[in-house]
C-alpha cells in the first residue's frame, strides 16, 4: 500500500494497526518514496530454562587452569600500585 504523507497523518492510527498486522505501508512525499511503516519484529518465542538440558556435555577439566588466569590478574593489580584495577575503574563502583 502507498500513501501521501498528508494523508497518512489523518489514518496514523489505522496505518499503525495494519502494521502490526503484518502489511507493510509506503509513505510518498511529492509522489517520491520517503518512509515506510512496518510492524516492528517480535521475539520469536519463550525462552525455556533448561531446554537445552542434555544436549551437550562439558569436559571433564573445564575449570583446569583457573588458577593460573586468577594470578595473571592478581599479578597486573600489584604491578599498578596506587590505580585502579580494570574491573574496578569499569564497574562504575569505585
Not at 502494521?19 to 525462552?47: D, F, K, N
Not at 537445552?52 to 556435555?57: L, M, N, P, V
Amino acid at each position: 500500500m502507498q500513501m501521501a504523507v498528508a494523508k497518512a497523518k489523518a489514518q496514523f492510527a489505522e496505518l499503525i494497526r495494519r502494521a502490526e498486522a503484518g502489511e507493510a505501508i509506503g509513505l510518498t512525499r511529492y509522489g517520491r518514496p520517503a518512509a515506510r511503516i512496518v510492524g516492528a519484529s517480535r521475539p520469536a518465542g519463550r525462552t525455556l530454562i533448561g531446554a537445552t538440558e542434555g544436549a551437550f556435555t562439558l569436559p571433564d577439566d573445564i575449570f583446569v587452569g583457573d588458577d593460573e588466569i586468577a594470578g595473571m590478574f592478581e599479578r597486573s593489580a600489584r604491578s599498578q600500585s596506587g590505580s585502579f584495577s580494570t574491573a574496578m575503574s569499569c564497574s562504575g563502583r569505585y
